[in-house]
Nanobody, 118 residues
Framework: QVQLVESGGGLVQPGGSLRLSCAASGFTFSRLVMSWYRQAPGKERELVAGFTRAGGSTNYADSVKGRFTISRDNVKNTVYLQMNSLKPEDTAVYYC???????????WGQGTQVTVSS
């Protein structure tokens, strides 16, 4: 069973930065397709950034391109989301998602709150 634990959320002023981390356990990390989603109050959960199944490429929501960067450390079994130039509209609960390339099963973390406000 894959377990995902997110950390790094918090309150930040507009223009600031945060780095989210998601530590995975219970599965061979290199066989997981990792991504970050977010859900703002009253809105549907949306993809923010993710790796493709091929593994070498990444994709981003248009709203975060050029500001957010997803990366992974296969030694630490961790995926990161570096968020720069944060805006109030980035306020949401951010979720880490893992999809097994072996079984196709999907797993979610518990979420971490990011609030961008002055």
């Amino acid at each position: 069973q894959v377990q995902l634990v997110e950390s790094g959320g918090g309150l930040v002023q507009p223009g600031g930065s945060l780095r989210l981390s998601c530590a995975a356990s219970g599965f061979t990390f290199s066989r997981l397709v990792m991504s970050w989603y977010r859900q703002a109050p009253g809105k549907e959960r949306e993809l923010v950034a993710g790796f493709t199944r091929a593994g070498g490429s990444t994709n981003y929501a248009d709203s975060v391109k050029g500001r957010f960067t997803i990366s992974r450390d296969n030694v630490k079994n961790t995926v990161y989301l570096q968020m720069n130039s944060l805006k109030p509209e980035d306020t949401a609960v951010y979720y880490c998602k893992a999809e097994s390339i072996v079984t196709g099963n999907k797993y979610w973390g518990q979420g971490t709150q990011v609030t961008v406000s002055s």
